[in-house]
């Protein structure tokens, strides 16, 4: 009986935790109310308090738990060692969809932990530094042109992905793969036509 209990308390949790991702990514965090929270998890005022001790706590968990999965998804990224230039490109590729597709996997989440939230800055710079660290060891492993700085190459991606999921993930008007392709080919392969050089 106990252990039934506890999956239907865990069940109520996850419930009040979607429905103020959701309320929260329409309202913002100001407008919205713990009683829209709870009327949108189908539960009760006093059971939101069971869990949680106000609507600042909730918001401060949603956003903690966002910026943790982003950032190990992103420490998991690194390439390993020995890789041949096509494998690079796959491997490059199925990153960045990797990323797209957490980004695209909860949208309410996404537009709270990578927009609204009052820290999103923060977060960004702080998964830019983790991506930097990677690209680095990958450049030291002679994956990537040893003269381009690193720092600068995170920076480019996080805002690409950034602008790409405001415009295309979170609208719907595009999926990962084809966010990711179009990411993986520029910085890839330029934009200039193939046999073409221009230095």
């Known amino acids: 009986m106990k252990s039934r209990k506890g999956r239907k308390g865990e069940e109520s949790r996850k419930r009040l935790l979607k429905a103020a ?12 109310k713990v ?5 949108r998890a189908e539960l009760t005022q006093p059971s ?15 956003i903690n738990d966002f910026h943790s999965r982003l950032r190990k998804l992103t420490e998991s990224l690194l390439l390993e060692t020995g890789l041949h230039a096509n494998d690079v490109t796959n491997k490059v590729l199925s990153a960045v969809e990797a990323v797209f597709q957490f980004l695209a996997e909860d949208k309410d989440l996404t537009r709270i932990g990578f927009f609204l939230n009052p820290e999103a800055k923060q977060l960004k ?3 830019a530094m983790v991506l930097k660290d990677n690209l680095e060891a990958e450049q030291r492993l002679g994956y ?7 720092a600068t190459v995170a920076e480019c991606l996080i805002g690409m992905i950034e602008h790409l999921t405001d415009s295309y993930l979170l609208t719907g ?4 793969a084809s966010l990711a392709a179009q990411v993986v080919n520029l910085l890839i392969y330029g934009m200039l036509p193939k046999g073409s050089d221009a230095r």
């Open 144 to 150: 990537f042109r040893s003269e381009l700085e690193m």
């Open 173 to 176: 008007i595009k999926d990962p």
């Open 48 to 62: 939101f308090y069971l869990y949680f001790q106000s609507k600042e706590a909730i918001f401060e968990e949603l």
């Open 125 to 127: 710079q702080d998964v």
């Open 21 to 32: 991702a959701h309320e929260f990514s329409i309202r913002g965090f100001h407008e919205t």
């Open 35 to 39: 009683s829209a929270i709870v009327k």
